[in-house]
T-cell receptor, first 115, second 114 residues
Framework: EAQVTQNPRYLITVTGKKLTVTCSQN?????MSWYRQDPGLGLRQIYY???????DKGDVPEGYKVSRKEKRNFPLILESPSPNQTSLYFC??????????????FGPGTRLTVT | KNQVEQSPQSLIILEGKNCTLQ??????????LRWYKQDTGRGPVSLTI?????NTKSNGRYTATLDADTKQSSLHITASQLSDSASYIC?????????????FGTGTQLKVEL
């Protein structure tokens, strides 16, 4: 089954403790993105990647890092999480750039709480 | 500043009834517009994608329209079902250097009741 998977689905952590949210897709897509979703704000793009070793900042990249060492994986790293990073995070992949007329497939989401 | 505004913010309808959700945007230069359905606790799922030259697109009981002149789109749901209860998000893409830029609306929360 074609899908985007994320782990963990739920995470509660403390301020400053480094964490990684994994994302994997099995559709051989070149383009992958990370978004956060907050009430009243809609989805906002954090980072995106156009291919292996090619990443770029989205609208809200501060406090986040990403890497793309393999085509299928695109982990999101929070080196020193803070409470304002408490949010619902989505990974997505597509055959073309997310803004183009291509289907974008979203993962199930990771709900992160930073205390 | 690129913006996408959706209305109403929330809507309750009876099963079997039709409804129309609205999306107004000030995104430029326009590339495409898409509607997503997001069930509670799940990731968004694409319903339709429309480019500049398309003014109507259907996906089963969902029909999206686009008026690029007035920068408005609507999503019409026919013969609603309980499973249509979800948030519907309008997303508009603008051409930009290094790749298109997506602007997300905040969604319309639809509840279908018996």
């Amino acid at each position: 089954e074609a899908q985007v998977t994320q782990n963990p689905r739920y995470l509660i952590t403390v301020t400053g403790k480094k964490l990684t949210v994994t994302c994997s897709q099995n559709m051989n897509h070149e383009y992958m993105s990370w978004y956060r979703q907050d009430p009243g704000l809609g989805l906002r793009q954090i980072y995106y990647s156009m291919n292996v070793e090619v990443t770029d900042k989205g609208d809200v990249p501060e406090g986040y890092k990403v890497s793309r060492k393999e085509k299928r994986n695109f982990p999101l790293i929070l080196e020193s999480p803070s409470p304002n990073q408490t949010s619902l995070y989505f990974c997505a992949s597509s055959t073309g750039l997310a803004g183009g007329p291509y289907e974008q497939y979203f993962g199930p989401g990771t709900r992160l709480t930073v205390t | 500043k690129n913006q996408v505004e959706q209305s109403p913010q929330s809507l309750i309808i009876l099963e079997g009834k039709n409804c129309t959700l609205q999306c107004n945007y000030t995104v430029s230069p326009f590339s495409n517009l898409r509607w997503y359905k997001q069930d509670t606790g799940r990731g968004p799922v694409s319903l339709t994608i429309m480019t500049f030259s398309e003014n109507t697109k259907s996906n089963g009981r969902y029909t999206a329209t686009l008026d690029a002149d007035t920068k408005q789109s609507s999503l019409h749901i026919t013969a609603s079902q309980l499973s249509d209860s979800a948030s519907y998000i309008c997303v508009v893409s603008a051409y930009g250097g290094g790749g298109n830029k997506l602007t997300f609306g905040t969604g319309t929360q639809l509840k279908v009741e018996l």
